[in-house]
């Protein structure tokens, strides 16, 4: 689970432990946040929880080393970052891609190996709608989600004849605090009923978009002309 202080990953392991998974492998940044969400499923649900802290900003980050199979990884490590600082801060726009896309890279390199790919399995990463067109209001999270998205697809296909489903979300908004302030609270989707929607298929592959209703919101959005598109 890398992203696991994201508020869908949390409730995505809860859900999981309700249906009676017990071993969880949480990677996150903040390790006071990960640490309490790994006391709960020990707590609550009797699991074996081990965590490690990683930071994707870092520049010269360590080769992952993955030395068990999982059934499911859930990749969910996203940051916003500073829109109108990115605009005139080179540092910040780089953060935010690595934030978003080159930091992962390494990870889903090492998760989607020929060793693995040969064995039932399921990859979920999570894009974003923002991937879908450039807005002047946060071009650079966008772009950034739109590299994952393409890399992400390579991957998708390069599993297509083996066991291993790869299954790529884009996220509309989902009420967390990275959301909080940033997007109206009708447009939120809760978390929890996002989690309940996808374990009802967990070995689906494709693209699809999350909540379902975001689809033809995008749609629209991909067609507005320019002069429109810019106030976005």
């Known amino acids: 689970m890398l992203g696991g202080t994201s508020t869908v990953a949390k409730s995505l392991c809860i859900s999981l432990a309700e249906k009676g998974c017990r071993r969880f492998h949480l990677l996150a940044r903040n390790t006071n946040r990960n640490d309490h969400l790994a006391v709960e499923l020990r707590e609550r649900f009797g699991a074996y929880v081990s965590c490690e802290a990683i930071d994707l900003l870092e520049p010269q980050p360590p080769q992952p080393q993955l ?65 879908d ?16 998205l393409r890399f992400c697809e390579g991957l998708l296909l390069r599993c297509h004849d083996t066991p291993f489903a790869v299954r790529i979300l884009k996220a509309g908004f989902i009420a967390s605090p990275m959301t909080d302030g940033q997007a109206p609270p009708i447009l939120c989707a809760k978390p929890e009923q996002i989690a309940r929607d996808l374990l009802r298929k ?5 693209i699809e978009t999350i909540p379902w209703w975001w689809a033809p919101l995008m749609a629209l959005v991909r067609r ?5 598109a810019a106030k976005l």
């Open 224 to 228: 507005l002309p320019a002069r429109f």
């Open 67 to 131: 030395y068990e199979l999982f059934d499911l990884y859930l990749v969910a490590a996203g940051s916003l970052g500073d829109a109108q600082r990115a605009r005139t801060d080179a540092a910040e726009a780089q953060a935010i891609t690595q934030a978003n896309f080159t930091g992962l890279i390494p990870w889903l390199t090492a998760i989607v190996s020929p060793e693995r790919i040969n064995q039932p399995g399921a990859l979920w990463v999570f894009s974003s709608v923002a991937a």
């Open 133 to 148: 067109r450039g807005r002047p209001s946060n071009y650079h999270y966008g772009a950034a989600k739109a590299g994952l």
């Open 202 to 206: 967990p070995f689906r592959r494709g």
